[in-house]
Every structure is written in structure tokens, then in C-alpha cells.
Nanobody
């Protein structure tokens, strides 16, 4: 199994910044990609940003382009989300995702963290 632990959420004023971190641990054979998703009550979970491994190709939701930056530390199996110019509509529970395999014979699958709450409010 792969465990994902997020940190860095909290309360921030509009226009402020936060940095989320997510560390993967456990029986990891390989990680193909990691990313961040978010969800608000009554809505589906939506993609925020993803980054591949290797290669570090990134993809962002249109709503966060130019404000959020995803990065990774491959050696530490850690992914970060730097969030700048935060808006009230960014308020959500942010979930870390890893597309990983635990054995060279096994297909990669999605793993999820428990989520960290980001609240943007004055």
C-alpha cells in the first residue's frame, strides 16, 4: 500500500499564499504522477494540478493557472502546491493523489490522502 499525508492547509486572507505538501510512503515501486484535487460540499472532486514522474510535465485547471505552481521532490516522493493570490472560491478540501504501483508486476492505481482544508476568507 501507498500512504499519502498532506500538510499545509489553513486559513488565509484573500490575496494571500499557502504551500501544501504531500509525502508518499509505504511499499512504493514506482510513482508515475502526483497531483492535487479539491472538493467543496455538494460538488465533485476536481483536478487542481498534476505533475508526472519522470519528466515533470504539469497540468493545471484553468481556474488556477498563473496562481498555483505544482512541484515535486522525486527523491522524497513529495509533491508541493504553492498557492498564491488566493481567492475565496479556492476554499476547499485539497486532496493529494498519486498514481503508483507497489510491485513491478502490478498495474499502477490511484491512491489518495485524507485531505487538508484550505479556507480563504477575510
Amino acid at each position: 500500500q501507498v500512504q499519502l499525508v498532506e500538510s499545509g492547509g489553513g486559513l488565509v486572507q484573500p490575496g494571500g499564499s499557502l504551500r501544501l505538501s504531500c509525502a508518499a510512503s509505504g511499499s512504493i515501486f514506482s510513482i508515475n504522477a502526483m497531483g492535487w484535487y479539491r472538493q467543496t460540499p455538494g460538488k465533485d472532486r476536481e483536478l487542481v494540478a498534476t505533475i508526472t514522474n519522470p519528466g515533470a510535465a504539469t497540468d493545471y485547471a484553468d481556474s488556477v493557472k498563473g496562481r498555483f505552481t505544482i512541484s515535486r521532490d522525486g527523491a522524497r516522493n513529495t509533491v508541493y502546491l504553492q498557492m498564491n493570490s488566493l481567492k475565496p472560491e479556492d476554499t476547499a478540501v485539497y486532496y493529494c493523489n498519486a498514481h503508483a504501483s507497489t510491485h513491478f508486476l502490478d498495474a499502477a492505481r490511484d491512491y489518495w490522502g485524507k485531505g487538508t482544508l484550505v479556507t480563504v476568507s477575510s
